[in-house]
């Protein structure tokens, strides 16, 4: 039987270039929120562990081969990659998979471009690590995968919002360099 | 006149401007006024009151005078401080506050009548007749009044907001903070430092004396070079500090394309910051003061040294004879750079009797300068002096009262400065910004030698806060003269008014006719007068207001005490502070996977939060939104019809006590609903009244689906994490949103299960799915959920899957629907399907309602406490006086009425002290063929089958209508359950 058709959150906005600044779209990994059930932390850092990852402190992410955990909030995180089974009845989870769009800024001068948007200090802002906070006037997770890749994950229906802004940032960083 | 061999503006470059439609020519490096006053130019304005002919005073961004308009159309810009805008070629500027032309004002009228406009004069007058003072004096006042105009269209210009973080915020370029920031840079701080100006290097560009051996403006391009070779430093010219706030967090406005001809259309025209600093400095340097005398304002009469930076930095004489006035030696500076450069100097009339003997000029001790002449411009001083008076033919006066450190930034937390004598000057207290220290002339220190050592050591003490070494930093050779000062505010001799604040045209007299009329504290004096008000804020200004209302009122200038400087330090464009805010920017649109085939087939759309909505599909042929939304309501009651639903919250709560959670928040039980199933809940706020209706599934044992109504969901969101963090923490419950991963529809009418049939493998198993069901299905290969219920009274079901799908599956939808005879719907439609049941939304919920207002009292349930349930029951919450929901059928069906409208027994009189209640919901019924509308009413459910007046005092409607039970249609409920 023939399948339903599939959109991803940024098809026909992305990928855009500015200079050597590129902003492009990542898909096809699953997403599940984990939030720890009461009582159920250590077997469940035991069991991400077996994942290659491990339990993230606040403001961390941790990673592995072809998977990473996300520190989103209190209680709880975003397994990105690995699927979840092994962690039933350990945690709360839910299928996040289609709700965010995630964003991959790469190049020199991209942390100028997010200081037009994120409030956040983001010097010494490193893979490891993962913030919470606005993204212009939209909530996002704030990851860097690699050294100097930024990835920036906001709801799926804000998709249009978030390119449009990111990438008029792009455009006023390169007119200031153009004068 | 152009000085040759002077000044630092590039003579190779020169740029072609306009001034009030003449050509001009300078060069690059000019300011506005730089240029206009080399050309000979000195009329540049007109002033606030009495539209006096005004020229430059000043060479900084605290010019009072000379405020221009520039450029044209929607990108116009007015009050542009023609000493700070730095020309450009086709650079298109123009005066202000005059008509028809700058050299003849009619409204200069009203300096004859000067004696009528005095401080407060419109307290006084324009009282009779009471009738003209809307339809007369106030439009006419508006119209004489304000410094510059709009242009009163969209201005579509881009502008930029940014953030910006460092361990050192050094505030102003002159020796002291150029020697702060390379103490700071050289331990390897980050460091941001900030300059107002296009070049940096403070008063080093404008003065002659030498630091380290060489011209003070070389030295400081020395430092410059360095500072902008190292990676831990941000330069930040033509920035503007604006104000000091809590947390080391500063506010600061960057000029980014204002000073450029043809910038690209991506470059902001001024980016507005805000730097995180965990120490600053303020290094600002000092204003210069005036002293009043009589007919101070002319064009011409300038500040000293203002006249040595065009002649230093500009290599502009602002007249061909010069005269000084002043009450301090600094002032003699101004002669000695003039004689040097060849300008003619008339002389030097200093009050103080010991004034120091000069070479090259004459002399004046013990002079004031009594009066003065030139309406269009300067040209005669009268000088008094014990011996007599004499008149001199001068083109400009330069005139130094003295310096004021420029401290506002560090009275922006309500510190109020010390008074020292020394200086006869304002000066910052250590500690009244936390974080920040003054330094150099901003701190009273008047020397440049003193401002280095100021600077390395305010680095030096900040580097050691932050915990970081500082390296050795030498400091340079400069001058260490001092400057003695007589404190010397007015000359009292002479005739004529003596102005104080030349922005907002305010005199000694209005300052003494304040302190007469018993304004005598500085805050009355300011608002009674506008002394300090203008776009300058006062820093020509206040300190000689000051003392002129201390001496007023028989007390010192400490005791008088000054107002409270706030943010920001100058005008700030709203459009900077709201960069990103203009149009559709102003919020984050949110779109359903729908949104395009919606659009597609021209749906328009409403914003429900920040969600995008359609209203109704018009299909060809149909002109009126009703013939859609008729359309579309009797598709969904004959036939099917499709609607994205996706926008309403949905809250996934898991756990061991999810159920006993929700059990919590909700007025009625859920512990025992039947995993697959569905139920209706009511969710109270703490104080008793409605937050929320909604439906809940139960999808498994310890696992809950709540959803909200669209607007509210972050509102229920909080709610929960609320009540789950602070009354009950230690529960085992865990929740998060989920409603962007599913796309969300809803398919209702007769022929509902039908269409969904069509796109199972086998025909769906109603006993698995009873009305109110729900659970796990595949649908075209896709797992989903699926729900049966409906908010349209029809047999419906909704259907959740993946986003990524919600495209494919809502297009499909619609064709089957179509095919069916049915139809996609939109908001308009499911407005009336719901009214038409009674169905309740945040129309009627709106915040002020109980459950008993809704009759949904039995809803909440007698064997369990909820969240709101004891404040529910407070006295005056339920019972006869209550306005509850009914049902409205106007007596004649085609008689429209609005929401808002209000209700009156039949008979009354249509005033609110015989109120009966409100409409919130209307429709036009295409199903029963009647308006309709849902509302409250005082004890309304004992009043089914009477007649009320129902009166819109806005729209003008007067009707009759039936109070009736709100379930209009199908009130049994069989339809959806069929």
């Not at chain 2, 000088?383 to 130094?400: K, P």
Request: hydrophobic share 45%; charged share 20%; with cysteine.
């Amino acid at each position: 039987m023939a399948r339903l058709i599939e959109k991803t959150p940024c098809e026909a906005l992305l990928p855009v270039t500015c200079g050597a600044l590129t902003l492009s779209e990542v898909v096809g990994d699953r997403v599940t929120s984990v939030a720890p059930f009461r009582g159920q932390t250590t077997k469940l850092a035991a069991a991400l562990k077996k994942l290659g990852l491990g339990w993230p402190g606040p403001n961390s992410a941790l990673a592995a081969e072809g998977a990473a955990i996300v520190w989103t909030g209190r209680d709880q995180a975003f397994l990105i990659g690995a699927e979840a089974e092994s962690l039933v009845g350990l945690a709360a989870l839910t299928d996040q998979s289609d709700g965010w769009a995630r964003l991959r800024l790469a190049g020199p001068g991209a942390a100028d471009v997010l200081a037009r948007l994120v409030p956040l200090d983001l010097r010494g802002f490193a893979p490891g690590q993962a913030a919470r906070s606005q993204l212009g006037h939209m909530m996002m997770v704030l990851t860097m995968p690699e050294s100097g890749v930024f990835e920036i994950m906001v709801f799926r229906s804000m998709a249009a919002t978030a390119v449009q802004e990111i990438h008029h940032a792009m455009r006023a960083m390169a007119a200031r360099a153009a004068v | 006149m152009r000085i040759a061999g002077r000044g630092l503006v590039d003579r190779g470059a020169s740029v072609g401007f306009r001034f009030d439609g003449r050509e001009h020519v300078g060069f690059a490096g000019d300011t506005l006024a730089s240029a206009l006053l080399a050309g000979g130019t000195r009329l540049l304005g007109r002033s606030f009151k009495y539209h006096r002919p005004r020229g430059v005073m000043t060479a900084g961004s605290e010019e009072p005078n000379a405020l221009v308009t520039v450029g044209q159309g929607a990108a116009s810009i007015p009050n542009v401080r023609a000493t700070m805008q730095e020309i450009f070629p086709g650079l298109d500027a123009k005066s202000q506050n005059r008509w028809p032309s700058l050299g003849f004002d009619a409204m200069q009228v009203n300096d004859l009548l000067s004696p009528f406009f005095s401080a407060g004069f419109y307290y006084k007058t324009f009282m009779w007749p009471r009738a003209f003072w809307e339809r007369l004096y106030e439009p006419a006042i508006r119209r004489a009044a304000g410094l510059g105009a709009l242009s009163g269209k969209h201005n579509e210009d881009a502008y930029e907001k940014a953030f910006a973080f460092c361990d050192l915020l050094v505030i102003g370029s002159g020796p002291a903070g150029l020697m702060a920031a390379l103490t700071a840079a050289r331990a390897g701080a980050d460091v941001i430092l900030a300059e107002e100006d296009a070049r940096m290097g403070g008063r080093l560009l404008a003065e002659t004396e030498e630091v380290g051996g060489k011209p003070g403006h070389a030295w400081a391009s020395e430092v410059l070079a360095e500072l902008g070779a190292m990676a831990n430093v941000r330069l930040m010219t033509r920035t503007t500090v604006t104000g000091a706030y809590d947390g080391g967090t500063f506010g600061a406005l960057e000029r980014v394309g204002l000073h450029l001809a043809n910038a690209p259309a991506d470059l902001p025209r001024e980016c507005f910051w805000r730097i995180v600093a965990r120490r600053a400095i303020l290094a600002s340097g000092a204003h210069e003061r005036q002293i009043a005398f009589p007919m101070n304002d002319r064009p011409g009469i300038m500040t000293a040294g203002a006249v040595r930076a065009y002649l230093n930095r500009w290599g502009v004489a602002a007249g061909r004879r010069v005269a000084i006035f002043g009450n301090n030696d600094d002032a003699h500076r101004t002669a000695r750079d003039l004689v040097s450069a060849g300008v003619e100097v008339a002389a030097l009339i200093d009050v103080r009797d010991d004034a120091p003997q000069p070479a090259g000029y004459r002399l004046i001790a013990g002079g004031q300068v009594t009066g003065t002449r030139g309406r269009l411009g300067l040209r005669e001083i009268t000088v008094a002096t014990s011996s007599g008076e004499e008149r001199i033919e001068v083109d400009c006066l330069a005139v130094s009262g003295g310096w004021n450190p420029a401290l506002h930034l560090a009275c922006h937390m309500n510190g109020r400065p010390a008074w020292d004598e020394t200086i006869a000057a304002f000066v910052p207290k250590p500690g009244m910004v936390p974080g920040l220290t003054a330094c150099g002339a901003a701190a009273g220190t008047m020397t440049t030698a003193a401002a280095l050592a100021e600077g390395r050591r305010a680095a030096e003490a900040a580097l050691s806060d932050l915990g970081v070494a500082a390296k050795a930093v030498d400091l340079p050779q400069a001058e260490n003269g001092g400057t003695r000062i007589r404190a010397f505010w007015e000359v009292t001799e002479g005739k004529g008014r003596a102005w104080l604040d030349f922005a907002n045209d305010v005199t000694t007299k209005d300052v003494r006719l304040a302190a007469q009329e018993n304004y005598r504290s500085v805050e009355h004096m300011k608002r009674y007068t506008t002394q300090g008000m203008a776009p300058d804020q006062g820093k020509n200004s206040n300190i000689a207001a000051l003392a002129v209302l201390a001496d007023a009122t028989g007390r010192g200038i400490p005791e008088t005490g000054t107002t409270t400087f706030r943010p920001p330090y100058v005008p700030v464009s709203i459009a900077a502070m709201g960069a990103g805010g203009q149009g559709a920017g102003f919020a984050p649109q949110r779109y359903t996977t729908s949104h395009a085939a919606s659009a597609e087939r021209g749906a328009p759309m409403i914003e429900a939060g920040l969600w995008y909505r359609p209203s109704y599909f018009p299909r060809p042929g149909e002109t009126t939104w009703r013939e859609a939304c008729d359309r579309e309501v009797m598709a969904v009651r004959q036939s099917v019809g499709v609607c994205d639903v996706s926008t309403l919250g949905k809250i996934d709560i898991q756990g061991k006590d999810a159920a006993r959670f929700l059990d919590l928040v909700y007025t009625n039980t859920f512990s025992s609903l039947p995993v697959g199933r569905v139920r209706y809940g009511l969710m109270l706020r703490e104080d008793g009244l409605v937050l929320d209706d909604g439906t809940t599934a139960r999808l498994g044992d310890d696992h809950y689906l709540t959803t909200t109504t669209t607007a509210a969901a972050g509102l229920v969101m909080r709610h929960l994490e609320f009540v789950h963090q602070a009354h009950c923490p230690d529960w085992d419950v865990r929740m998060i949103s989920v409603t962007e991963h599913w796309a969300q529809f809803a398919i209702a009418g007769p022929k509902a299960r039908d269409l969904l049939n069509s796109m199972l493998l086998a025909p769906l198993d109603d006993g698995a799915f009873p009305f109110m069901g729900c659970g796990e299905i595949e649908i075209r290969g896709v797992p989903a959920r699926l729900f049966r219920i409906s908010f349209s009274g029809e047999a419906g079901y909704e259907i959740a899957v993946p986003a990524r799908f919600g495209e494919g599956l809502f297009r499909d939808l619609v064709a089957r629907a179509e095919s069916m005879g049915g139809a996609a719907y939109g908001m308009e439609a499911l407005n009336v399907l719901r009214i038409e049941k009674g169905f309740i939304t945040h129309a009627e919920i709106h915040g002020r309602t109980t459950a008993f207002d809704i009759g949904l009292q039995g809803m909440v349930s007698k064997k369990k406490d909820c969240i709101g349930k004891a404040a529910s029951e407070r006295p005056g919450l339920s019972g006869a006086q209550r306005e509850q929901l009914v049902g409205l059928r106007p007596v004649q069906p085609a008689k429209g009425f609005g929401a808002g409208s209000h209700l009156f027994n039949k008979d009354a009189k249509a005033v609110s002290a015989n109120d009966q209640g409100y409409v919130t919901s209307v429709c036009w019924s295409p199903t029963l063929k009647t308006h309709l509308g849902l509302a409250f009413l005082k004890d309304g459910r004992a009043r089914h089958g009477e007649t009320v007046r129902l009166v819109d005092h806005l729209r003008g409607t007067d009707i009759l209508c039936e109070v009736v039970n709100p379930v209009f249609f199908d009130p049994e409920g069989g339809r959806a359950r069929g």
